[in-house]
């Protein structure tokens, strides 16, 4: 099992910007992918940004130049800088753990709020 906690969600005004962590624990293992996914209200859940430990990122088109998705291996935590907010950015934000082998967990959300 992966336990996952994420912290900086809130809300911000649109133009403003929030960073997201999210700290893994437990069985972690050293070939790993994180990430962030949203959804937001009546929507599913789509990909904002993956990053893999081996540094490779991979980033929605949403969140192409506006977001930016970095990782400390050593503290197993995941950062989302989230700079540029729209009101369309406005959803509840996962964290997500990819074993590869061993499936995949997530986190409990933090919400974003950007108002216009």
């Known amino acids: 099992q992966v336990q996952l906690v994420e912290s900086g969600g809130g809300l911000v005004q649109a133009g403003g910007s929030l960073r997201l962590s999210c700290a893994a624990s437990g069985s972690i293992r050293s070939n790993n992918a994180m990430g962030w996914y949203r959804q937001a209200p009546g929507k599913q859940r789509e990909l904002v940004a993956t990053s893999t430990s081996g540094g490779i990122t991979n980033y929605a088109d949403s969140a192409k130049g506006r977001f930016t998705i970095s990782r400390d291996n050593a503290k197993n935590t995941v950062y989302l800088q989230m700079n540029s907010l729209k009101p369309e950015d406005t959803a509840v934000y996962y964290c997500?753990?990819?074993?590869?082998?061993?499936?995949?967990?997530w986190g409990q959300g933090t919400q974003v709020t950007v108002s216009s």
């Open positions: 997500h753990y990819n074993t590869y082998v061993r499936g995949s967990f």
